[in-house]
């Protein structure tokens, strides 16, 4: 395998830990962050809009009308962050309301429906940069909700970690302390807590 020149390899570099841009054309572009229960998603997803906001883009942040943890309709992180949004039932009503818009920011994404990598990759080929951040995997650590799909199909993701409660390695699980077993289960550190992979299958071993 050939080696990259120097000038080269630090440009790969560069490009992999930096924001994507885009050409200079009007292109859209999809984004997906994700990972466990408080890795910081949310954060990563506001600083990203943040900076959309400061560039003097046309913005509009979306999320699923069921998240009331924090606030109805702000998104809010775990470390208290915010950021106005639009609560929505269905991913067909961020189409609607995202005319003239040049980026889109979409948070929880695993609680939407099916439709949502649809309606994302109509709003990339219109020329909008589309930002989803949402959970990978479910309290079982099964690929959750539309997530599979955003990331199949996103042209950048960043996968964040938490640490494990129990051993302090990373973690990229989230697990569900109570024993609701339902497939939605709205809570924070009352019902889950970030695992790695080996805490995570030992449950209350662990």
């Known amino acids: 395998m050939a080696l990259l020149p120097h000038y080269q390899t630090k440009k790969y570099l560069y490009d992999m830990f930096t924001e994507p841009q885009g050409p200079k054309e009007r292109a859209g572009w999809i984004e997906a962050i994700c990972g466990?229960?408080?890795s910081g998603k949310t954060e990563e997803l506001i600083r990203r809009l943040k900076r959309a906001h400061i560039a003097n883009r046309r913005v509009e942040?979306?999320?699923?009308?069921i998240d009331t943890r924090y606030h109805e309709t702000n998104?809010?992180?775990?470390d208290a962050n915010l950021i106005r949004s639009t609560p929505i039932d269905s991913s067909e009503n961020i189409?609607?309301?995202?005319q003239d818009i040049e980026v889109v920011g979409i948070d929880e994404a695993q609680f939407l429906d099916a439709e949502l990598s649809i309606v994302a990759e109509k709003l990339a080929a219109k020329g909008i940069r589309v930002i989803v951040a949402g959970l990978d995997m479910d309290f079982e650590g099964k690929p959750f909700g539309p997530?599979?799909?955003i990331l199949a199909i996103a042209d950048y993701i960043t996968k964040v970690h938490a640490i494990c409660v129990k051993c302090?390695?990373?973690?990229?699980?989230?697990?569900r302390?109570?024993?609701d077993k339902g497939k939605i289960l709205l809570g924070e550190?009352?019902?889950?807590e970030p695992r790695c992979r080996s805490c995570f299958y030992k449950g209350e071993n662990a």
């Open 61 to 65: 942040i979306f999320k699923p009308r």
């Open 95 to 98: 189409l609607l309301l995202s």
């Open 189 to 192: 550190k009352d019902h889950y």
């Open 177 to 179: 302390k109570s024993a």
């Open 75 to 78: 998104i809010v992180s775990h």
């Open 168 to 175: 302090g390695d990373v973690a990229h699980f989230s697990y």
């Open 147 to 149: 997530m599979p799909s």
């Open 36 to 38: 466990s229960m408080f």
